[in-house]
């Protein structure tokens, strides 16, 4: 006899009829997706204050995918590590859903999961998410799971595990922070967005998140495999209700397996080029410019540096060391800074617009170098690879990975950047700083 799980959400946190909810979805303005993820952050609370950007999330996820694995923390019932149903059935307004009783039984064996029905009764952060995969992969078999108190280290070795499987997804199911005046829940958002995109679990706290312990899991995986957390959006519950004094916020990331800025070079190439060639014709004719539309990915921190050439001689470089600012504040500022503010150079005139080549460098976080002598200092730098910064006191000096195909010498290479600094060419003390970083090239 089949066991289905019924639903105790439908009515209140999404329509409980197909017409109605088939009418919510189709009104959901969802960009086309750029990338065929296997994993995703996605919110859980009602359609009307999340559904819109849930669904976002779910537009990156692979739809070739036969498996979701969904990671939910349980609201209602305390419980101990993870824990799984026996139903081989969960009710939509759109038509059941299996489970994967096969690979639920694997994950039982391999995580130690206990079987406990009634955590499952009431608990809307598995439920909301099954009329959008219903929807979305009509054909796809769950395997829900909720956690209580559990290491984030777990659900990081049980997503590793099956993620060999290529036709294996996986969800992570949580709202931001719960119930802060909007100004501060903002400030906790997005600090808490900065830490998954950066890949950092730590002093998350589970003030920041009600899914602490799966983002956290992901978050972990991404760490050990090399790959990125990207932004796809970051709301709450007050753009919807217009109450600000008590607000919950929801965040949503895709799993890109390589860097952040390899992601960005491969699909906004020509919108970064062309939002630096914006930013200085707004510079010669109308003044600041910020572009009212973009890709989420441009909101997350970034550090740029943006080279302006004429027949392939310097006619401008500024740029930014440290992410400190939304990448695509940094890239406009620093555009129209090249073309206007580099004080080896006039301002940029009106002529000379068309014939500028821009190239953007996309930098890396820097990477503290520990050394005692320069000739250890140089033995850890990379030439072609690496870009270096050192400091000593007020004085300071970088090198782009570029300045290799002009200073191929190691030794010459650290004393030209020691003369950027200010410093003699020969100049050493134990006060010195290096720092190395990678850049990804944009022409």
Known sequence: MTKIKHTSAAGTFYPNNKEDILKLISSYKVPKS???SRAIIVPHAGYKYSGELAFKGYS???KNIKNIFIFAPSHYERIYGCVLSDCDEWETPLGNIETNTLLAKELLNFCECQINNMAFEKEHSIETQLPIIKYL???????????????FTNISET?????????NGFIISSDLSHFYPEREAIKIDNYTAKQIEEISTQNFDIEQACGAVGICGIIDFAKKKNYSLIRVGLTNSAKTTGDSSRVVGYG???LYEGETDKYIKEYFSEFIINTCKDSIRSGLQLGDFTPLEYP??????????VTLKINNNL???????????????DITHNAHAAAFSDPRFKKLTLDEFDKIQITVSLLSKPKHIEFCTEDELLEKIEPYTDGLIIRDGNYQGVFLPDVWEQLANKKEFLKQLKIKAGLPKNYFSNNLEAFKFQSIKIE
């Open 159 to 167: 997503i590793s595990h099956f993620y060999k499987d290529k036709n």
């Open 34 to 36: 750029t990338y065929n």
């Open 252 to 254: 949503s990331w895709f």
């Open 137 to 151: 992969f009509p054909q796809a078999k769950i395997i829900p799971v909720l956690y209580g108190c559990e290491n």
């Open 296 to 305: 989420c990915v441009f909101d997350e921190q970034g550090a740029s540096f």
């Open 315 to 329: 006619r401008g470089c500024i740029g930014s060391i440290i992410a400190h600012r939304p990448l695509i504040r």
């Open 60 to 62: 990156f996820l692979n």
